[in-house]
């Protein structure tokens, strides 16, 4: 009984420099890209792109303001899958749908402003898998509000992979 408290605490201390890197930040599963349906009924699924995913996730900062000293958001993909299930070796767009933005002195921007609009950054995948990271430069003036906005992923044939969204368990 003496030695399985230590060994607990022991445990604990291991695990909390992991815990505390990963803290601070929300996590959301993106999922995804469905086609559009032009039909006036239902249509059947069907995926934009061909690859698959195991996970995609967007982490960004849990705070109420965002530290221009961190990143404002990280993207962990692991898992992508071309059409014959290989894992791939190469390159994903990442694009980041800035939303609504205003700005205290200078109002707020029409939607799709091309002066809040992020340029696509293209990530390398290495056996399915990168881990991503953006901070803007420069940082947003103090005082900026963003609605909605979001994170879309690009397969390599440049279709659409993943967005944020929603999906229940199958």
């Known amino acids: 009984m003496r030695l399985t408290l230590p060994l607990s605490a022991l445990a604990l201390l291991l695990a909390l420099p992991p815990l505390a890197i990963a803290g601070g930040y929300n996590r959301v599963y993106l999922v995804p890209a469905i086609k559009e349906c032009t039909q006036a ?18 982490m960004n900062p849990s705070t109420k303001y965002g530290s ?5 958001l990280i993207l962990d993909i692991r ?4 059409a014959s299930q290989a894992l791939v070796n190469g390159d994903v767009m990442v694009k980041i749908v800035s939303g609504r933005v ?4 200078f109002g707020t921007f029409p939607d799709g402003s091309p002066l ?10 290495a056996n399915g898998k990168a ?3 953006y901070k803007p430069d420069p940082p947003a003036p103090n005082g900026t509000i963003t609605n909605g906005g979001g994170v879309e992923v690009y397969d390599p044939d440049g279709k659409l992979l993943a967005v944020t969204g929603s999906q229940s368990k199958p």
């Open 79 to 82: 898992g992508v899958r071309d």
């Open 131 to 133: 881990r991503f990271s």
């Open 41 to 58: 009924a239902t249509c059947p699924r069907e995926f934009e792109s061909a690859f698959t995913f195991d996970s995609i996730v967007l």
């Open 102 to 105: 205003s700005i205290p002195t």
């Open 68 to 72: 221009p000293k961190k990143p404002s």
């Open 116 to 125: 809040t609009s992020v340029p696509p950054v293209s990530v390398t995948l």
